[in-house]
């Protein structure tokens, strides 16, 4: 199975169709997690027409521009039962006939760290049911001062050290990543540059 998780930052976007449709060809992926989606009401319905009928979706509606998570899977490849208890994720349980059963969770995280733990509760009770999980998504933190450049200097707050305390609490592993180590920037110039 091919999984493709992609923060797309709008999925309005006049170009993202024909950017996606590619990376769907380019990859072959039977599941496609998008994140911050910014979709809701009308322009969430709208999405939802020129998504082929080959694919099965489940979605949360984003809160205005903020958050929103499509998760779509080729009908007939795999067996999936999706949920979610939280605006900020969702879980599939996978059933693949090579692989057997499996726990994928997608999640695109409040930048209000309160927020987190009860999230940080609901996967840490997910994993701990021994099925091989994935827990992927935008979880707005970073973990050490390495994954920021620019304005104020990074400090271990307590959003870092939760979010490490959580990975390591659900026996989590950091896959790391590939292409460009910065993903994102505030378009600021000089010392508010981030």
């Known amino acids: 199975m091919r999984l493709l998780i992609w923060n797309t930052r709008g999925v309005g976007k006049s170009f993202f169709r024909s950017i996606f449709s590619r990376l769907i060809q380019q990859h072959g992926s039977d599941v496609c997690v998008l994140l911050e989606t910014q979709l809701f009401g009308a322009s969430f319905a709208h999405a939802r027409r020129w998504i082929s009928m080959a694919w099965s979706t489940y979605a949360v509606e984003s809160k205005g521009l903020s958050g929103g998570i499509l998760m779509m899977w080729r009908q007939g490849s795999i067996r999936m039962d999706a949920f979610h208890r939280y605006e900020q994720q969702v879980a599939l349980v996978i059933f693949e006939s090579t692989e057997g059963l499996w726990l994928l969770s997608e999640m695109y995280v409040s930048t209000e760290y309160k927020e987190w733990r ?6 840490f009770r997910m994993v701990s049911l021994g099925l091989p999980s994935l827990v992927a998504g935008d979880f707005n933190c970073i973990m050490e001062s390495h994954e920021k ?5 990074y400090t ?7 979010f490490r305390k959580f990975i390591d609490d659900a026996g989590l592993i950091d896959l790391g990543y590939s292409g460009p180590k910065f993903i994102w920037c505030n378009n600021q110039d000089g010392m508010a540059r981030i």
């Open 118 to 123: 009860e999230l940080w509760s609901e996967i």
């Open 149 to 153: 450049m620019g304005n104020r200097q």
């Open 156 to 162: 271990d707050g307590i959003e870092s050290r939760e």
